[in-house]
């Protein structure tokens, strides 16, 4: 059966919709809110700059804080209940940014992106611990590629609904406030469909101190060599994503010559090649949980990464060129192909990580996993905002620093091979059976 055969299933189907609109949702809000800073109120480039870093800061700081608590809540009750409780809290957050949009009040949207910092850290634990508690083990790795792919996909979409509703003039943000609060009300529908998924440690003492559960959340991280190396090479993925996505901007307008079009260009080609690579992991590995896929991944990022530093077309004195005048354009083509490559190969890395995670650690302490997966993943982010703050500072334009940042991925997977050998020796085997096949 395909792994596409899971969306006609209600086990999955209703979960999947519900994690796929949040995902949504959460995007739309995000760059709504910048684009009302941005173009509704212009707020000079300062201040500008100021906002979107402490809304990054508000955004993440929750999953430092509640991580360890959102696993334990996770453990100790049903996942299909608790999913239901956080879409009325979605409910609750997105009827507050409609207030925000239409007062044009930017710090209560603030308090709405720190909700939607909760919502995403609660979310979290119970959306990567289900998965395996609902399909089967041959499974994994289809239905892991379902979830990265639509994950991916409705992030891409609801930025650039975000973007395009808050730009409508007069009424952008009314379209917006009617967008997220219908989207969340969707997510909260759907999440009725789930089937019950009974709580795997409900006899869990519940520690309230979120300083000492989350070290201890980080210890059953640490707990298993495989599982520990899988969230590390999981925390790297978000730290190349960020890179990319943050740098996005910059890259399009002074080294692509592009317009906004050409930066939308370079986000859907990067997710869209995610998706595909996420889609594809189920073939590849035989239906199996092959790690052997990481290297691939892997390898391929970093190779095609530095493809795309050595195509670097010089338009910066250009500027202004549209998404189809870029494509036309010389060399148009060869670095549309190289995001869109780099995407693919994302996607083969990331989603065995996943499963690989899901499948080594016992089912009572999977949610606490995936919850310190999760606190690594934001302190991965925050490095990587750091790394980019810094390059201009020790002389790396842009595409020297997502070159730099593809060297340095093929050193993190050198390490992960030579501290879990499972990678490369699957990835080896992987290569010996398509040279027979």
């Known amino acids: 059966m395909s792994q596409f055969a899971l969306l006609g299933q209600r086990r999955f189907a209703p979960f999947f919709a519900t994690q796929a609109m949040a995902a949504f949702n959460d995007n739309a809000f995000r760059y709504a809110t910048v684009g009302m800073a941005t173009f509704e109120l212009a707020l000079s480039q300062g201040a500008l700059n100021t906002y979107v870093n402490l809304a990054l800061a508000l955004f993440i700081i929750p999953f430092f804080v509640l991580s360890a608590t959102a696993g334990q809540l996770a453990e100790k009750f049903d996942k299909a209940r608790l999913i239901r409780y956080v879409k009325i809290f979605e409910i609750v957050a997105m009827l507050t940014a409609a207030v925000g949009f239409w007062t044009r009040n930017l710090d209560l949207l603030l308090v709405v992106l720190c909700m939607m910092g909760v919502h995403s850290t609660v979310f979290g634990p119970i959306k990567y611990a289900i998965v395996p508690q609902v399909l089967k083990p041959h499974e994994l790795t289809g239905g892991n590629g379902l979830v990265e792919s639509g994950t991916s996909l409705s992030i891409l979409i609801g930025s650039l609904v975000g973007n395009a509703l808050m730009a409508v003039p007069e009424i952008g943000p009314m379209l917006a406030s009617l967008t997220v609060i219908g989207i969340a009300i969707a997510g909260f529908v759907a999440s009725l469909g789930i089937p019950a998924a ?124 549209d998404w189809l005048q870029f494509l036309t354009s010389s060399g148009g083509w060869h670095v549309a192909l190289d995001l869109a490559v780099i995407g693919f ?78 990678f490369w020796q699957r990835f080896v085997a992987w290569c010996r059976m398509g040279r027979r096949a």
């Open 345 to 422: 190969f994302a996607g083969l890395y990331i989603v065995p990580l996943f499963a690989l995670v899901q499948q080594r650690t016992a089912p009572h302490r999977l949610s606490r996993v995936i919850a310190g997966n999760n606190i690594i993943n934001s302190l991965f982010m925050v490095l990587a905002a750091g790394l980019g703050m810094l390059a201009p500072h020790i002389g790396l334009d842009v595409p020297a620093l997502i070159a730099l940042v593809c060297v340095i991925n093929l050193l993190v997977m050198t390490w992960l091979c030579v501290r879990v050998p499972e």
């Open 198 to 321: 009974p709580a795997t440690a409900p006899d869990l003492e519940f520690n309230f101190n979120p300083v000492s559960e989350t070290w201890r959340v980080l210890g059953h991280v640490r707990a298993e060599r495989t599982v520990f190396h899988a969230v590390i090479g999981i925390s790297w993925f978000w730290f190349f994503g960020a890179t990319l996505t943050t740098q996005a901007p910059a890259y399009a307008r002074d080294y692509l010559g592009g317009d906004a079009s050409v930066l939308n260009l370079v986000l859907v080609l990067f997710s869209v090649g995610v998706g595909i690579g996420s889609l594809c992991c189920e073939k590849l590995s035989a239906r199996s949980v092959n790690p052997g896929l990481v290297t691939l991944g892997a390898l391929g990022m970093t190779a095609v990464g530095l493809d795309l530093y050595f195509a670097q077309p010089d338009r910066a004195r250009i500027g202004g060129l």
